[in-house]
């Protein structure tokens, strides 16, 4: 069985940031990917936006893919199986792919990152009801098909959910000549970017609603229309509202799930509300020498940040496996009013600062962030807007811990 | 013209006059807003990413080299879709030189390996 110092399951930016963070520390590297190429989703975004934090500059996927793949793929350290889908991983850090070149790859690791990004809610997790014509699509599939093999899904389009790839979806599929008549949103705001609204909607004159969604799709062997209606503030269609409107796709963008199959049923503790592991600052899950890091570990919205924390994942799992890691003693990160979420979930006790990432749970005006150990006040930042679309961090000084910490928002 | 500033996650609504030649923006709350909406009044400015087709099937990936004028945009599309390329380029090569007269270029922003078919 070969030996790595850290291998990598996923070749997207983060596995490719979490490569390069481990060459710098000198260990030796395997990427393990799936598809025929580096680089992840960033492949079919083909709009751009990316790397402005990173970069400086404002790039679009493929271009922000190709920075690191140049990178990964000039450093003989690291070794890349390309169609190599990971079928196991043990506790003990032996790693099990094939790949149509390769046949059975076993490879044994110091370390492991976990890097397998996030896949898509679709039709049957929302629960939509009615038949099952061809033409109903998740946003991300719709844009794989149009920007990576060249095929235009439908003519007449109806796009459930306002994240940021639905909205790029619409403007790509109008680009492409298709009409897209609505675009609705189940909640009262949305998720995407305010740059993409104006930018991909209004531009083109697409109608979004908020408060909607749909009842009912019909169709037999192709999508022909769906109902749809607004809803109450529990969230519930009022029928008597509804409405139809014919199309002949449907494209759902109603949300990204981390893909950790692969970990399913392992002693790796898992978060309830990310889907991703419980990790510390170091991305290392609760199976020592196994790391996590990118949208498998919790949806972003940036790659900017993905890549910054994959690095550091792969970083601490370079200086794990030479056994440059110690184990001091944990402290807990909890969330109190107005945070769903903040990460990492433990910090150590130690120098230096560490950022805690968090999502609010709704919007929220002028309100100040807090951290606090013990309530005493470790860190406190002002801000004018807070939405759950936009992951935010506030960074703390860990010699001033004293024990669990509290991120939260206060008048 | 009413509009949403995009400069920050606060999203303030904005409302654009013109009187007398003078360009007013009501709604911002601070002065990045009024630059913005000034410039979304007056010249208007997008960047365009879409696809080129490769002969014998595939697409590859292009942008404009800079923002051109949004009225340029449907022209700009337009002339993309036109395209049928028959060579191999690489990232940042030119694909159509000053694309729909608006002075930019369209560039590829991936490579592409042509084989006749
Ligand atoms: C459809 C879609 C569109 C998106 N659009 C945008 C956008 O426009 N802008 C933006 O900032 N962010 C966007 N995102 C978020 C985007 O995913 C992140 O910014 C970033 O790409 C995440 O990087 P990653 O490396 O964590 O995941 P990914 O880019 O998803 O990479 C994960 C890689 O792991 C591989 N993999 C998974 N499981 C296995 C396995 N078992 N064996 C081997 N390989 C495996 C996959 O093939 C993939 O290459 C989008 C996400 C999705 C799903
Ligand atoms: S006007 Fe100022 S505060 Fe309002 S969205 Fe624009 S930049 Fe943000």
Redo the contacts between chains.
Sequence with gaps: MKHFDVVIIGGGPAGMAAAIGAREQGASVAILERDVRLGGIL?QC???GFGLHYFGE?L?G??YA?RFRKKVLSDSGIKVYLEAMVLSLTEDRVVTAVSPTEGLIELSAGSVVLAMGCRERSAGAIGLIGTRPAGIYTAGMAQRL?????FLVGKEVVILGSGDIGLIMARRMT???AKVKLVMELMPFSSG???N???CL??YDIPLRYSTTVTRVTGKERLTGVYVAPVDDKLQPILEKEEYISCDTLLLSVGLIPENDLIAGSAIEMSRITSGAVVDEYRQTSVPGIFSAGNVLHVHDLVDNVSEEAYVAGTAAAKYARGAIEDTPCMQVTTGTGVRYALPQRIHKGEGTVRLYFRVDKVYRGMTVTARSEGVLLKKKKT????PG?MQYIEIDKSLVMGDVCVALEE | MDTTCIMCPMGCALTITEENGVVTVTGNTCPRGAKYGVSEYTDPKRMVTTLVKVRGGGVLSVKTSAPIRKTLVPAALKAAAGVLLDHSVHAGDVVLADVAGSGEDLIATADLVYTEK
């Design positions: 492949n083909i709009h751009n404002e679009t493929p271009e190709e149009s920007n990576v093999d060249g680009s492409e000549g970017l305010k740059r609204i104006v930018q209004q531009d004018m807007v807070l939405a936009e």
